[in-house]
């Protein structure tokens, strides 16, 4: 009986410990989000749920694909990749990790094994690096 | 009775464990909630303002800074300017890395014609950054086409080019390039997720905001000035604010007469 009334006595704790971190923790990220997202004006989201082109495609291509979005976009300011199916993207490397940092070795595991050596992460943020 | 006393303790037991694991799944659960594990951490990449390929020449960025309004001391813009860029800060002059910065009078306008200007004009600082000069020396001087004029006037670096070679330093008359001489991310202090960082052996300098101007937002120092000092605009365009500005008030150029044509002004 006794142990009884001690795990109720533990869940009670444990119960109010979990709603107040939460509503602490909220209330911190509100202020947060107001202060390190600045408004974006008159720019629309991305749907990168799709992909820009099959998966083949991009294993052969990859860096053919990278290098001419790297120079339209930094060069001619052509900042916008019409994909094959007609859906727009932004030519930007956060475009492709916008999906594929949810594995943080995507792009490690086949380099490391082909033994290619890219700089892309001596400036970006490369998957690994995002927290 | 004995037999009892275990199943006692064993339901005890498992009830404990039952307890313990609720516990921290509830705990996980709400941590998850409240953003403690975020899904992406990047910047969610958006569609720029403009859709095509921009026209060449058709707009001219320029910045008009009234020194008049400049507090001294103040430094907002540069602090602002460097943390949205990730420029790194290495407390040590001989390795500085600036895309903005403060200088005294003589050193921002050595070849000024005015002879015996105030004491208080030449006591002041003035803020200096890259001019993106209309007939810019520094992409002539580039070896590699890594410095280039973009489309609307401003002087980009694209990075993956530039070999560091620093012809562009030579070349620059505003001293508006810096070199990185070490790995520039051991020097940031605070560092942004929304914009990437240099190497080590790479030129940079100021970039007009065009990574903010792509998504229709005014450059950092501007927003950042607490004073409303700094105009940025088109220059090709008679309506602007900062073309009229400068048709309404007496402007001067860093150097005018090396024919650079800057696209940075100054009210004095």
């Known amino acids: 009986m006794e142990v009884m009334m001690m795990s109720r ?14 509503a602490v923790l909220n209330v911190f990220r509100k202020g947060e989000a107001e202060t390190s997202q600045p408004p974006v004006h008159k720019s629309v989201a991305v ?16 860096m053919q694909v990278l290098y001419e979005w790297r120079n339209s976009s930094v060069r001619t300011g052509n900042r916008v990749y019409i994909a094959h199916n007609g859906s727009k993207f932004e030519k930007s490397l956060n475009t492709c990790l916008g999906c594929h940092s949810n594995n943080r ?27 | 009775m004995s037999s009892v006393a275990d199943g006692n303790t064993m339901m005890n037991e498992e009830r404990r464990e039952f307890i313990k694991k609720t516990a921290i799944g509830v705990l996980v659960g709400l941590g998850a909630a409240s953003g403690l594990v975020p899904a992406f951490s990047l910047e969610k990449t958006v569609l720029p303002v403009w859709d095509e390929k921009p026209v060449p020449g058709k707009i001219r960025w320029g910045m008009l800074i009234d020194t008049r309004k400049c507090r001294e001391g103040c430094q907002q813009c540069a ?25 005294p009078y003589q050193n921002v306008f050595p070849t000024a014609s005015q002879q015996f200007v105030s004491k208080e004009i030449q006591d002041r600082s003035y803020l ?8 810019s020396p520094c992409t002539k001087a580039c070896p590699t086409e890594a410095t280039f ?33 070490q790995d520039p991310r051991t020097a940031i202090h605070d560092p942004v997720t929304t914009y990437p960082t240099r190497e080590q052996g790479v030129v940079e300098k100021c970039n007009f905001c065009s990574d903010r101007l792509v ?42 007469e090396l024919g650079t044509k800057p696209s940075v002004f100054y009210i004095i």
């Not at chain 1, 380099?111 to 998957?127: E, G």
């Not at chain 2, 602002?80 to 403060?102: I, Q």
């Open chain 1, 9 to 22: 006595k533990l869940l009670w704790i444990v119960a109010v410990t979990a709603i107040v971190l939460f």
């Open chain 1, 47 to 62: 749907d990168s749920t799709k992909c820009i082109a099959p998966a083949s495609f991009m294993r052969a291509n990859h």
């Open chain 1, 105 to 131: 070795m995507f792009c490690f595991n086949c380099h490391s094994y082909a033994n290619v050596k890219p700089k892309c992460w001596n400036c970006h943020l490369s998957p690994m690096e995002t927290p």
């Open chain 2, 79 to 103: 602090a602002a300017c460097h943390h949205v860029h990730n420029v790194p800060d290495f407390r040590n002059k001989k390795d500085e890395v600036k895309w903005m910065w403060k200088n």
């Open chain 2, 128 to 135: 200096a950054l890259c001019n993106h000069c209309a007939d």
């Open chain 2, 149 to 181: 004029k973009r489309w609307d006037g401003i002087v980009a670096m694209d990075y993956h080019r530039c070999i560091g070679c620093r012809f562009c330093m030579a070349a620059c008359p505003y001293g508006s390039r810096s070199f990185n001489w």
């Open chain 2, 215 to 256: 998504k229709g937002q005014q450059p950092a120092c501007t927003e950042a000035c607490p004073e409303q000092a700094l105009t940025f605009g088109d220059l090709n365009d008679p309506r602007s604010d900062i073309r009229q500005l400068l048709e309404a008030n007496e402007t001067m150029q860093r150097k005018p």
